[in-house]
């Protein structure tokens, strides 16, 4: 609740109180005048003029100032009752006793106000505290603002409004309610909140009042603005620092609960993930084991041609190459997990890119077969550091996919050329029906294809590892649809430096002429 700064009577009522006071004192002073000196009569009225700026204030003491230097003429100056005076010396003793009654009250009022500033501040600040400890256990920003708006209403009998910003940083009132805002009011809260201004706190008016606006600064980012309308139209000015401190507290607040929450989501995130590679750990090697003897024993019988007729020999060599293909699924798990799990190291030698690409071709054989492979390579192509192994295996992933969801006929390109920084960016495209609309933002997720729609077999993991494979090597993956048709990966390479020059072969000094 708002601080009554003045705890007095009524105006009217204060002044007659003083008025009283005053001829309560000439009552009590008229039967020892003959017994004290006026000087110690009029000390007495001083004293009187005292307690009433200390009981009523500036007002009534002023008024008590002059009653009681005219009772005092009155009353106790000769000739008695009468405002004529016999000696000119005692108009002097009137004006120093009206300037130290003045002085007197003027010291008393403000050392009565500034006691009642300090104890608002304190009340203020112990509030303060309070509402510092209780935002410190919210456990949600819908908690936190509705404490925040239980303070401000009863300490300063303003009506508190909070707006956050959305994902697309549009700010909204938070939670949802049915605060109006005029064009002024949404004008300044905008800029309020856009300012970069290191105190870009205002104040508004309009038809409901003063509206205060502060900004709710955390140590990262400002998270929104706390808007302030005065119910009680006293004024809210004045109030503005400890405002200031609630916003201040009340962004801590926020950014304590948004900073958990990113915590939590990224633990639980960790968590998924190990659980998800320990998972595919555990299973492939489990399922590696009886599925190699599986297509052992399914090889062989396809090669017992005299001892099957036509259909177990089909029979046979169907469950052989199922068998196969599952087999190439579960290594590309365990590639996958061990990729995620950091456990494998590469072992970058100099190569030629070229090389690479035209044995990832010579492996793939018969699933290229219906797909002609036109690589473009641009001339003197400097050496790369990298781990062939592995992006051998990226690029049969890459041609792999392409040909399975081309048009049999349908040609496939690699384009390898170097970048502006010395790198390699290397494109392979196809002509088939490109990656799915909506698609290329997490086509390179795991267990995401990039047309699921088609029946194709696929797991979703070759572009997952082609991704850990490209970010080991320090390099980028992304994907596009052409223009023209098909889809297109392109993969950005850094060279890694420069490869060892060879230093040539010392001549044998016993050989030459003699």
């Keep these: 609740m708002r601080n009554d700064t003045s705890g007095h009577p009524p105006p009217i009522s204060s002044h007659a109180i003083a008025l009283v006071a005053c001829g309560l004192a000439v009552a009590v002073c008229l039967p020892l005048r003959d017994v004290l000196d006026l000087t110690n009569i009029a000390m007495l009225l001083l004293l009187t003029v005292v307690f009433i700026a200390a009981r009523?204030?500036?007002?009534?003491?002023?008024?008590?100032?002059?009653?009681?230097?005219?009772?005092?003429d009155f009353f106790f100056v000769p000739p008695h009752l009468s405002f004529l005076v016999s000696d000119v010396q005692y108009l002097v003793t009137f004006a120093v006793m009206l300037a130290v009654s003045l002085f007197i009250s003027h010291l008393t009022t403000s050392l009565q106000a500034s006691a009642r500033e300090a104890s608002a501040r304190e009340a203020?600040?112990?509030?303060?505290?309070?509402?510092?400890?209780?935002?410190?256990?919210?456990?949600?920003?819908?908690?936190?603002?509705?404490?925040?708006?239980?303070?401000?209403?009863?300490?300063?009998?303003g009506e508190p409004a909070f707006f956050l910003p959305d994902a697309d940083g549009q700010?909204?009132?938070?939670?949802?309610?049915?605060?109006?805002?005029?064009?002024?009011?949404?004008?300044?809260?905008?800029?309020?909140?856009?300012?970069?201004?290191?105190?870009?706190?205002?104040?508004?008016?309009?038809?409901?009042?003063?509206?205060?606006?502060?900004?709710?600064?955390?140590?990262?980012?400002?998270?929104?603005?706390?808007?302030?309308?005065?119910?009680?139209?006293?004024?809210?000015?004045?109030?503005?620092?400890?405002f200031e401190a609630v916003a201040?507290?009340?962004?801590?607040?926020?950014?304590?609960?948004?900073?958990?929450?990113?915590?939590?989501?990224?633990?639980?995130?960790?968590?998924?993930?190990?659980?998800?590679?320990?998972?595919?750990?555990?299973?492939?090697?489990?399922?590696?084991?009886?599925?190699?003897?599986?297509?052992?024993?399914?090889?062989?019988?396809?090669?017992?041609?005299?001892?099957?007729?036509?259909?177990?020999?089909?029979?046979?060599?169907?469950?052989?190459?199922?068998?196969?293909?599952?087999?190439?699924?579960?290594?590309?798990?365990?590639?996958?997990?061990?990729?995620?799990?950091?456990?494998?190291?590469?072992?970058?030698?100099?190569?030629?890119?070229?090389?690479?690409?035209?044995?990832?071709?010579?492996?793939?054989?018969?699933?290229?077969?219906?797909?002609?492979?036109?690589?473009?390579?641009?001339?003197?192509?400097?050496?790369?550091a990298m781990d062939a192994v592995l992006m051998e295996r990226v690029f049969c992933n890459l041609l792999e996919n392409a040909a399975k969801y081309s048009p049999a006929g349908s040609p496939v390109t690699i384009d390898v050329k170097t970048d502006d920084e010395g790198g390699f960016a290397i494109e392979v495209c196809d002509r088939g029906e490109g990656f799915a609309a909506g698609s290329l933002a997490r086509i390179f997720e795991l267990f995401e294809r990039g047309a699921p729609q088609l029946p194709s077999p696929g797991v979703g993991l070759g572009l997952a590892i082609c991704r850990a494979v490209i970010d080991a090597h320090g390099g980028q993956i992304n994907a596009s649809n052409r223009a023209d048709g098909g889809a297109c990966v392109r993969i950005a390479l850094p060279c890694g430096g420069e490869p060892p020059g060879i230093d040539p072969e010392p001549a044998d000094p016993t050989e030459g002429g003699s």
């Design 56 to 72: 009523l204030g500036r007002s009534e003491a002023v008024l008590a100032s002059f009653v009681s230097v005219a009772l005092f």
């Design 124 to 157: 203020h600040s112990l509030a303060l505290y309070a509402l510092a400890r209780n935002l410190a256990g919210a456990i949600s920003p819908e908690q936190a603002v509705q404490r925040v708006t239980t303070f401000v209403r009863e300490q300063a009998d």
């Design 171 to 242: 700010l909204h009132e938070f939670p949802a309610g049915t605060a109006t805002l005029g064009l002024d009011e949404s004008l300044v809260l905008d800029a309020v909140y856009r300012s970069q201004a290191s105190d870009p706190s205002c104040s508004t008016s309009g038809p409901s009042g003063l509206t205060l606006l502060f900004p709710l600064d955390g140590a990262t980012r400002r998270h929104g603005v706390l808007l302030v309308r005065d119910c009680s139209r006293d004024g809210l000015d004045p109030l503005r620092p400890m």
């Design 248 to 384: 201040s507290v009340t962004a801590i607040a926020l950014e304590r609960l948004r900073l958990v929450e990113q915590a939590q989501a990224s633990r639980m995130e960790t968590e998924a993930e190990r659980l998800r590679s320990s998972i595919l750990s555990s299973i492939s090697h489990d399922i590696r084991t009886p599925l190699t003897v599986l297509f052992g024993l399914a090889d062989t019988l396809a090669l017992a041609d005299a001892r099957l007729s036509g259909e177990q020999r089909d029979t046979a060599r169907a469950i052989r190459d199922q068998a196969g293909r599952l087999h190439e699924m579960v290594e590309k798990l365990l590639d996958m997990a061990r990729l995620q799990a950091g456990q494998v190291r590469l072992r970058k030698e100099w190569q030629a890119i070229d090389e690479v690409i035209g044995a990832s071709i010579q492996l793939l054989g018969e699933a290229l077969r219906e797909h002609p492979v036109k690589v473009s390579l641009q001339p003197d192509l400097p050496l790369i």
